[in-house]
């Protein structure tokens, strides 16, 4: 197992990682450039370079796991480089018509590595070596790590970065309904939303969540039609009831 520098993810259980040579990471950027050739091929239309949680990329970009005293080691820029180098010899071998993300996680959420305010640095770099937007989540870099977890709680380092960076963003964390992407969206925060763990919970949600907000455009799978149908009767059924009887309510008001 290879990482920037010498180090295991939980004590006293996970493999120790080596750190990597200069011929690692030449053969390392070129598997990068053979698996974005692969997927231009089998036909995908955004590609995501991962640079958060830990993984090899990241493992360069927070000083938690990065230990090296040499180019790549050191000042945010010389941590940067070799992530900013994949990117590059990734984005030449992606169409120059189709979209290429970056995933950084903004906060390590332990003292002493990335932070938010890094975050909007990371954002500027990778935006001047041309991507599209940035998908900003956080944490998995360290075990110490003491996340605030709560709704939307990873949009405020969003919204840094894109009104900061000026680069448009991804939010994600705990988005669990229209509404919020909506108020998202609306306030300026990002430009999408990923949302995740509520598919699994509800493989239909967003066809679900369509229909709560009234946006009958939503496609359905055809052999589901009746149920849209169903489910916008219902919905609309139960508005009526509740703005009924909030009528009345306030028409019986002292
Ligand atoms: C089962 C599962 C597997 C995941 N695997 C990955 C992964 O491989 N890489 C990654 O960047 N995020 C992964 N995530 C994190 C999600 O991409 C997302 O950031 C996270 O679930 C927060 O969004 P949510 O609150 O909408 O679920 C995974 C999440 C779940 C629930």
Redesign the pocket.
Known sequence: MVSASVQQYVPALSQFSRELTRADMDRIKQDFVHATGMAASAGFDWLEL?C??G?LLSSFISPLTNLRTDDYGGSLENRLRFPLEVFGAVRAAWPATLPMSV?ISAHDWVEGGITPDDAVQIGRAFKAAGADMVDC?SGQVSKLEQPVFGRMF?TPFSDRVRNEAEIATIA?????EADHVNSIIAAGRADLC?????H?ANPAWTMMEAAKIGYFEQAWPKQYLSAKNQLERNLEREKNTLAQTRATNATQLP
């Open positions: 991962h958060a949680h993984y995933r989540s990873q994600v964390g705990a988005i669990s990923a949302v995740a763990r509520p699994l």
